[in-house]
């Protein structure tokens, strides 16, 4: 495995971490201030899958919700919508952004609070750079996909941008940033199939993953 780092500063994974602060664009994060990336393009790739593969009869959710603008644009396109975050304070934003949404407090790294085989689709954008152990992440996601659900995921990682400008992210809770081959064993360790794969110059990369109709 090939990190870019490994930053295991005590609590930079808990609810507390990620407060007001974190996502106002101040020391702790490299966010502009997350308040306004509400912006249409920022989530361009993951509407184009929800026009592909969402429908009325589906039910989504977005795992790392923050202020829920993801879950606000996946509302046309499945029959229901949900957001989770581990932190409280970006729960009670997309709550006050988006009332009739059914946002909850809870870590994906634990257990979260839904059955096996809820949802259809799910995803989780610039979320598992923050789990120094990805695999329980991507488990219980997988736990709780329906088979032949797809998972869309997008994170930064170890390619030329960043390792030439990887000192600018503050952000002390990117605990596991990885090598697209890294990020890939992952998912197909957790039971996944990568069906694409979209690679950024600016050091993000993307994974459309389907659960299997028949358990492997």
Not at 160 to 170: N, S, V
Request: include cysteine; aromatic fraction near 18%.
């Amino acid at each position: 495995m090939h990190r870019v780092e490994s930053r295991n500063d005590k609590g930079t994974t808990t609810s507390d971490y990620f407060d007001k602060d974190y996502f106002s664009g101040k020391k702790k994060s490299s966010y502009l201030d997350y308040r306004f990336q509400s912006f249409k393009w920022k989530w361009k790739t993951a509407i184009e899958y929800f026009k592909q593969l969402g429908s009325k009869d589906k039910d989504y959710l977005d795992v790392g919700c923050a202020f829920g603008y993801l879950v606000n644009f996946a509302q046309p396109y499945f029959r229901s919508v949900k957001g989770v975050d581990i932190s409280s304070y970006a729960v009670s934003e997309a709550r006050k952004r988006y009332p009739e949404v059914d946002f909850i407090e809870a870590d994906v790294t634990k257990k979260l609070p839904f059955p096996e085989k809820t949802f259809d689709f799910l995803s989780g954008v610039d979320v598992l750079e923050h789990f120094e152990d990805v695999d329980i992440a991507l488990k219980e996601v997988y736990r709780v996909l329906k088979p032949g659900g797809y998972g869309y995921f997008s994170m930064p990682y170890v390619g030329l941008a960043r390792k030439a400008l990887g000192w600018l992210d503050p952000d002390r809770s990117h605990v596991a940033i990885l090598t697209p081959e890294d990020y890939e064993e992952k998912f197909l360790k957790a039971g996944f199939s990568t069906k694409e794969q979209k690679k950024w110059w600016v050091g993000s990369i993307h994974f459309l993953v389907q659960k299997p109709t028949v358990k492997k």
